[in-house]
């Protein structure tokens, strides 16, 4: 069955930086786009970037644009998020997610929590 | 753009019905919605696609007490049989070419 193993986040100092993985397994990884979505505490879903295939698109949210970039190694099933000039607004937690280009996101990953805070 | 309106809040007892409601905005009636489910302390579970035809394909799992329907703009999520595990905040979520992913601001169901 499709799964979406996260790891990394944890708690980060305003500035500092961080680097959010996420295996898969189930599918052929290398077929589909995937995505990051973050939810802040009590509040509702905010997408962050997707990633092609094959790397060769990328797209993000204006409000990680230049400090947050997307990755994936089709070779080992995984994708990547490094976060940096982290800011308390980010505090949240990520979660990976399969998402079908053009139509809709199909499964998720079990969310890693991101904290920024001195 | 489009803009994915939701109520904040539903609740209805167990073991009737309910009918959650997703609102496009205008100029988007046609786009193709998928309604998640996010159990309290939980990741969202993807449950559907739904076209603006009405068809729907659920997840792998999904119990056949979740259906979806559509009229217009407005994209319907109904939860027959109401359980206490179908109490979660449940989220539709779009897309678009110009502002990608896209997610209504979710409605918290209780069930009574």
């Known amino acids: 069955q499709v799964q979406l193993a996260q790891s990394g986040g944890g708690l980060v100092k305003p500035g500092g930086s961080l680097r959010l993985s996420c295996t898969a397994s189930g599918f052929t990884f290398s077929d589909y786009y995937m995505s990051w979505i973050r939810q802040a505490p009590g509040k509702g879903l905010e997408w962050v970037s997707y990633i092609s295939s094959s790397s060769s698109y990328t797209n993000y949210a204006d409000s990680v644009k230049g400090r947050f970039t997307i990755s994936r190694d089709n070779a080992k099933n995984s994708l990547y998020m490094q976060m940096n000039s982290l800011r308390a607004e980010d505090t949240a937690v990520y979660f990976c997610?399969?998402?079908?280009?053009?139509?809709?996101?199909?499964?998720w990953g079990q969310g890693t929590l991101v904290t920024v805070s001195s | 753009q489009p803009v994915l309106t939701q109520s904040s809040s539903a609740s209805a007892s167990l073991g009737s019905s309910v009918k959650l409601t997703c609102t496009l905005s205008?100029?988007?009636?046609?786009?193709?919605i998928a309604w998640h489910q996010q159990q309290p302390g939980k990741a969202p579970r993807y449950l559907m696609k739904l076209e603006g035809s009405g068809n729907y394909n659920k997840g792998s799992g999904v119990p056949d007490r979740f259906s979806g329907s559509s009229s217009g703009a407005d994209r319907y999520l109904t939860i027959s049989n109401l359980q206490f595990e179908d109490e979660a905040d449940y989220y539709c979520e779009t897309w678009d070419s110009n502002t990608f992913v896209v997610f209504g601001g979710g409605t918290k169901l209780t069930v009574l």
């Open positions: 997610a399969r998402w079908i280009f053009g139509v809709v996101i199909d499964y």
């Open positions: 205008s100029g988007h009636s046609s786009y193709i």
